[in-house]
């Protein structure tokens, strides 16, 4: 197993991570009671919201930093944070790195919640979907093996991809339905 192997296996399990972080989220977002609903017990949402967020931005720092320990990726430092030159793909790798900003962007002022007004930190989450966006287009297009190969959409990392963006857009457009039929947005 690559370097290179690892960096997309670690992108993936982030990906799923963060997948499972919005839905869990948009859950959150409509005052879900898991003692009054499925499971009936008590399931500290909120806290799985957090900790699946936390390591998840550690898996999106690891994904690129493991690219500078492989002797074939031709990554620096600086292509990590700002891929302008880097060696493979630079536009997708250009995605990769906004997902990357993003998602710092909404972990960190998240942690900061209780020290901004609640109108500034929902703004802040917010960009969570901007974040997925970006993610998904990065983890969709880019060539895994790091080739410049144009991607193969049926690939089974990528349907993996393709489904976890489809999963968010769905749950999102739901519970855009949702406020809407039940006036909370």
């Not at 500034?120 to 966006?133: G, P």
């Not at 969709?140 to 959409?153: G, H, R, S, V």
Request: charged residues 15%.
């Amino acid at each position: 197993m690559t370097a290179v192997d690892l960096s997309s296996y670690a992108g993936l399990a982030a990906m799923f991570l963060l997948t499972f972080n919005i839905l869990l989220g948009l859950l959150l977002s409509t005052k879900y009671n898991p003692v009054r609903q499925w499971p009936h017990r008590r399931v500290k949402i909120f806290e799985i919201h957090n900790w699946t967020a936390y390591i998840a931005l550690s898996l999106v720092f690891l994904h690129p930093l493991l690219l500078l320990s492989s002797s074939t990726a031709g990554f620096k430092s600086v292509d990590i944070l700002w891929p302008a030159r880097s060696p493979h793909q630079k536009l997708y790798n250009w995605f990769g790195a906004l997902a990357l900003y993003f998602v710092t962007l909404v972990v960190v002022t998240s942690y900061f919640r209780p020290q901004l007004r609640n109108r500034i930190w929902k703004a802040f989450h917010y960009s969570a979907y901007v974040a997925a966006i970006f993610l998904y287009v990065h983890g969709t297009l880019i060539d895994q093996n790091l080739k410049d190969q144009p991607a193969d959409l049926f690939d089974g990392e990528k349907i993996e991809v393709e489904a976890c963006g489809a999963l968010v857009l769905g749950a999102s457009l739901w519970r855009l339905r949702y406020g809407i039929v039940n006036g909370r947005r």
